[in-house]
């Protein structure tokens, strides 16, 4: 499938796929979208709720590599260890990941961001002292954690495309996969997936959403 590079309004790169008019991130400003849904109402919520000093996340939808390359820069900040786990089943190609520029605008090592990427999948490779990083190359419908994850960042393409991704069935796995007082966050607000979150079982608030959208979501394991 075809994939541009796409400038958002903030000035990050993002890819865009025109057979589907949709982007990896939100054309409105791809870090800004991840810094507030993910490390904002992810990361930080779930640390200001529980006072530990690690945490280990599933992100659903690997892809350009943003997420785990802000969660990593915030474990040079913070006296804290993450665990991360991101789930792909299409890897984007290096050459791809090579014309992003998160790395300059975030005054970021290069080589970490690329060491992420060329990383072995299904391993667990450790990015730096602080952050342990696996990979893994499936479907989201072949997840069958149990009581593993703190925290999910759901980043899958939206509903308008890939539908079968904001289902009962796929929120079912993803509250499974975590652990008691777990939290999922993703840039969405549609309804239906809220309703197909709430069937499940999770406890879902609507939050302010990142620039170009008015909410997003937050369930919990309760």
């Not at 069958?144 to 079968?164: C, H, K, M, T, W």
């Not at 993803?174 to 809220?194: E, H, K, S």
Request: a negative charge; glycine letters at 8%.
């Amino acid at each position: 499938m075809k994939r541009t590079l796409f400038k958002t309004g903030d000035g990050s790169y993002t890819l865009h796929i025109p057979e589907w008019d949709e982007q990896y991130h939100s054309k409105h400003g791809a870090i800004a979208e991840a810094l507030h849904v993910f490390i904002k109402e992810g990361l930080y919520h779930w640390f200001s709720k529980n006072k530990e000093t690690e945490v280990s996340i599933l992100e659903i939808g690997f892809g350009t590599g943003l997420n785990a390359l802000l969660t990593f820069l915030e474990t040079e900040k913070n006296p804290f260890k993450v665990h991360y786990t991101g789930v792909e089943a299409y890897p984007l190609e290096i050459g791809e990941i090579v014309k992003l520029n998160y790395t300059s605008l975030l005054n970021a090592s290069e080589k970490i961001f690329l060491t992420m990427h060329h990383s072995p999948w299904e391993q667990i490779s450790s990015i730096s002292e602080n952050f342990q990083l696996t990979k893994q190359q499936k479907f989201f419908s072949e997840i069958n954690s149990e009581n593993s994850f703190n925290l999910i960042y759901f980043d899958a393409f939206g509903i308008r495309v890939q539908p079968e991704l904001w289902t009962e069935e796929i929120f079912k796995k993803m509250y499974t996969a975590l652990n008691p007082n777990g939290a999922l966050v993703t840039y969405a607000a549609n309804g239906n997936a809220r309703r197909a979150m709430q069937t499940v079982g999770f406890e879902v608030e609507r939050l302010s959403g990142p620039p170009g959208k008015k909410e997003m979501l937050r369930g919990t394991k309760i």
